[in-house]
Every structure is written in structure tokens, then in C-alpha cells.
């Protein structure tokens, strides 16, 4: 299986352009675990110039960027923008965060969509009663904070605990009316999952919703921290799916 540092540098790689980059070409800001898509990542390429930007028009090889590299990446990886910064610290300073977004899908409706759903949502059992939100939102406070997060860790205890504190910024667990799944090609909607074009939330026409499959409860779990340790975050939401039943 590819992966997202992978696919970047090989892309980059593949073009012809100005400047010297580092020997690994692009650096990622951050991983993700098998099995998790991202959103939006930032990746660095500190490449060397003779002179002036202006006079090498490395400039105008930015603006360009994002479309060749697109002509070379996967289809489910986009480059969305691309630009040129003198500051060689902006990544290294410990103020980013990152999110991490779960889906958890509830309902018959989800079942008869699977294919689909199952994608970007984790299909909850049917025999499972709907959950407390309430309940999982109060638990979620008490992992606010900087904690040692091993025992919701994949990480093997003789690893060290002193390095296995992190700070989790927020956690939100909410109910939202109306969400695009991108890649996926279809949106949840009022209790109901439709393709894009149909949603009257993303579509520029007339939409009806008349493809809408209906009965169908959404959560979203969003999780924002300065850094996380293997399979952290989905043991959290695990955790708090149980908060909930």
C-alpha cells in the first residue's frame, strides 16, 4: 500500500525543476496510520536558488506547481497550493496542531450503503442503541491536557513513558446536518446520504435530493492536538463510542 509521504516524493521527483532540493525531496509535516485519509497536509521542500527569486523565476515554477504535480500524483492525493517562503523556521516551532476527523454512521440506512459509507465512516452494529452524545462529550473533557497517553497507545511499553505525553488541544463530538465525503462522491445530509451533485448544501443548481437515502444518524468525533502516538486517536474514539453505549 502507498503511501502519502511516498506518492509526494515520487511526484516531486518526477519533475524538472529549479533549485536544489534535499536529498529526500519532499518532508511531510506529520504521518497517518494504514486506513487514514488526510485531509490537508503540509509538506516542505527546501530547495536552493542561484541569485534572486525573482531573477530565476522560480516564482513563476510555484504557480505552476500544484497543476504538474497533480498530473503526476494519485488520484485521491491533490496538491491544492503551493508557495514560496524565506522562513526556514515556520516548521519547526511547536505551534501547528493537527485533527483528526471520525465519522460514526448509525441507522439501517447506513447498512443498505455500506459499499459507500463504510469508505469514510465507521458503520455502527444496528443492535447498538444510538449514542450519548452528552455522555461522550463530558468524557471527553477529562482527556483535555497534557497526560501520558500509553495505555491508548499501540506504543510497546518498554518504550519509555517520558515519551509518551502528549497534549490534546480539543475534542469535539457532534451531530452535524450536513457533511461532503469528498472522495467519495457523496454527502450526508439532513439524516440522509446522497450523491454531491444531488446535495442541495453543495450544489450550484436546482438539487431535489431525490437519490437522498434516509434513516441515517451521523456523529463526528474531531480530536486536535500537537502530536499523537500510534493508533492514539482511534483508541480514543473507541473509547468514547463505549462512553456512549
Known sequence: QETLDLALRRAWHSLSCPGCPPPGGLVPSGRTDRGVHAYQMLA??????????????????????P??????????????RAFWTEDLQFYTRGVAVKTYTYYLAQGSAAFSSCSTLALGAWLLP????????????????????????????SVPAEEGRGTTCREIVAIA??????VNLGLLGVCF????????????????????????????????????????????????????????L
Open 126 to 153: 444496528e443492535s447498538w442503541v444510538t449514542l450519548d452524545q452528552e455522555a461522550m462529550r463530558q468524557s471527553a473533557e477529562i482527556l483535555l491536557g497534557f497526560h501520558d497517553f500509553l495505555p491508548l497507545s
Open 189 to 244: 445530509w439532513r439524516a440522509g446520504m446522497l450523491p454531491t451533485e444531488e446535495c442541495p448544501s453543495c450544489s450550484t443548481s436546482e438539487a431535489s435530493g431525490s437519490k437522498m437515502t434516509s434513516e441515517l444518524q451521523l456523529t463526528r468525533i474531531r480530536v486536535t492536538g500537537k502530536g499523537f502516538l500510534k493508533h492514539m486517536v482511534r483508541r480514543i474514539v473507541g473509547l468514547l463510542v463505549e462512553v456512549g
Open 44 to 65: 516542505l521542500a527546501n530547495c536552493h536558488v542561484s541569485g534572486s527569486i525573482e531573477g530565476c523565476g522560480f516564482e513563476n515554477v510555484v504557480e505552476r506547481l
Open 173 to 178: 463530538v457532534e451531530q452535524p446536518e450536513h
Open 67 to 80: 497543476a504538474a504535480m497533480n498530473e503526476v500524483l494519485p488520484v485521491d492525493v491533490r496538491c491544492r
